[in-house]
């Protein structure tokens, strides 16, 4: 078929097969696997985030000298991935935490009580919301089956432990609930222990909305820090407060300083910045870990942060860091493990829960999907990735590209999406006969396929502007397909649900189909 006929049927021309250009670092950021943007600066120094993407409520274990951290999953599973490091700047990925769905998993809380961890759950799910717990002997697993506590109407748990040894879980709303010494259950009803501090009322905020309550035990003081004035809407609404005692049991004192953290204009490089930690580092020094959104940038979700604290005489503490917008120097102390891992993947074996993980998935979803041959078989479920569970992965720059072979089974339909939930997201897939393009959530054009069963697709997310290639030829020549989009309102604040806008591949209809050699490449600023 010559080529002027192939762009009636909705493709371009086809592209000499040359090699791209390897893309420019941006400035401020190095560059790590896959090209993607890594904090530690090498001249120690760092530049947040410190872990990019859809990392948010972040839930920080120090563990004499190893840290653990996790995020909440939502409707990703196998959730609850914990990360490991040794100096709170590089980050490396070990296993999940939780592979069965309960629900859409909201800020945890992650500690260590007698030599056993633990983990805090709030789901919100149908018929109602709860919060469970799990725990483990080890930090790698193996995690008990979830065990709800019959928390209906709190989210944001907050393990703490008072000066007499009794064991709490502090709520959203200034709430508390006491816990079985073993920590597996409550114990009588959930009291109101604190009123938080109110924001000025000319303040642009989503809503006082407390959450979020961290407990530190730091000499003779409780510290409480919680977040307020909503976590997403006006930029510069999400803050950070906090009150301290010298009782778990109260009175709670506000601090003079409130808030310590908070978006002032859309102009700063952070917005929405607030549901903090601390944290202390090798060096003895404290810092504080939060999440914010990057300016223009909600379709990555709310990134982790690092921010140092200072103590000041007075027994109070501050954050030092200003707008997060530069360089800042590194914790003493510890050694950097190898951060960040590989989006790409050769699917020499299957990495669900690491780099891979199903959207709102059913109970048997994991039977769908299997390696051999460096190929993954995708059994196909539903009739597009609304329907689908695609599996997605987690990107966390503003630039990049993906691509795969892909190659159907018959009478399947398969491709590649950016996907934010299964009422919102973009992409392209093929059945052996037509393309069909993904946008807006919906199922739109179906031009013509020349390449049949089998074909490469690509996808370039640069800045926003999406383009599509396809090729028919193992990837020596491309053709640009005739749809391009602009995806800049995939996000929560068009459509809710505190997600982020993630790659990823889907397939439906009947049979397997093969996916190979997937290839992610971050593109820089």
């Given at each position: 078929m010559a080529a002027g006929a192939l762009s009636t049927l909705g493709l371009a021309t086809s592209l000499p097969a040359s090699p791209s250009p390897a893309p420019k670092p941006s400035p401020g950021w190095r560059r790590g696997l896959d090209h993607q943007r890594i904090a530690d600066l090498g001249d120690g120094r760092f530049l947040n985030p410190v872990l990019s993407g859809d990392r948010p409520d972040p839930a920080i274990l120090k563990d004499g000298e190893d840290y653990y951290l996790t995020f909440s999953s939502f409707e990703s599973y196998p959730g609850l991935l914990i990360w490991h490091s040794r100096d709170l700047v590089n980050w490396?990925?070990?296993?999940?935490?939780?592979?069965?769905?309960?629900?859409?998993?909201?800020?945890?809380?992650?500690?260590?009580?007698?030599?056993r961890y633990f983990l805090y759950i709030p789901v919100k799910a149908s018929p109602q919301n709860d919060i469970y717990v799990i725990w483990a002997d080890h930090i790698d697993g193996p995690w008990s089956?979830?065990?709800?506590?019959?928390?209906?109407?709190?989210?944001?748990?907050?393990?703490?432990?008072?000066?007499?040894?009794?064991?709490?879980?502090?709520?959203?709303?200034?709430?508390?609930?006491?816990?079985?010494d073993d920590g597996m259950r409550v114990i009588g009803e959930v009291e109101h222990v604190y009123d938080p501090w109110r924001y000025p009322e000319e303040w642009d905020v989503e809503g006082f909305a407390p959450e979020g309550p961290k407990i530190h035990h730091i000499g003779n003081w409780f510290y409480m820090i919680t977040a307020v004035g909503g976590t997403a809407g006006p930029p510069t609404g999400h803050m950070v407060i906090a009150a301290r005692s010298r009782s778990i049991h109260g009175p709670w004192e506000q601090h003079p300083g409130n808030p310590l953290v908070r978006t002032e204009s859309a102009r700063e490089a952070w917005w929405s910045r607030g549901h903090a930690s601390l944290v202390q580092a090798p060096d003895k020094s404290w810092w504080s870990l939060y999440h914010g959104f990057e300016n223009g940038y909600w379709t990555l979700g709310r990134q982790c942060l690092l921010d140092p604290v200072e103590f000041t005489p007075d027994g109070w503490f501050r954050m030092t860091g200003g707008d997060l917008s530069a360089p800042i120097a590194k914790p003493g102390g510890g050694s950097a493990l190898p951060h960040g891992m590989a989006l790409s993947d050769d699917f020499g074996t299957l990495a669900l829960g690491t780099k891979w993980s199903f959207f709102r998935p059913d109970p048997d979803e994991s039977s769908r999907a299997r390696v051999a041959d460096n190929t993954l078989f995708l059994k196909g479920k539903g009739l597009a990735p609304s329907t689908g569970s695609p599996l997605l992965v987690i990107a966390g720059d503003t630039s990049y590209r993906f691509?795969?072979?892909?190659?159907?089974?018959?009478?399947?339909?398969?491709?590649?999406?950016?996907?934010?939930?299964?009422?919102?997201?973009?992409?392209?897939?093929f059945d052996a006969e037509r393309f069909v393009t993904h946008q807006y959530g919906i199922e739109r054009g179906r031009p013509a396929n020349p390449h049949g069963r089998r074909m490469r697709i690509r996808v370039t997310n640069r800045k926003h502007i999406v383009s599509f290639h396809t090729s028919g030829d193992d990837g020596r020549t491309w053709l640009k397909f005739d749809r391009g989009m602009e995806v800049s309102g995939y996000h929560h604040n068009v459509r809710g649900g505190f997600l982020m806008l993630r790659p990823g591949l889907y397939a439906a209809g009947p049979g397997e189909a093969k996916f190979r050699d997937f290839r992610f490449t971050a593109l820089g600023d």
């Open positions: 490396q990925p070990r296993k999940p935490a939780l592979t069965r769905n309960i629900g859409s998993v909201w800020a945890v809380s992650l500690e260590k009580h007698k030599g089956d979830p065990v709800p506590l019959g928390l209906h109407k709190h989210i944001d748990p907050c393990h703490a432990v008072g000066e007499d040894g009794s064991r709490w879980l502090f709520l959203s709303g200034g709430d508390r609930v006491r816990l079985s691509e795969c072979d892909i190659e159907l089974a018959p009478g399947g339909t398969a491709g590649l999406v950016l996907f934010y939930d299964d009422k919102l997201y973009a992409g392209l897939g």
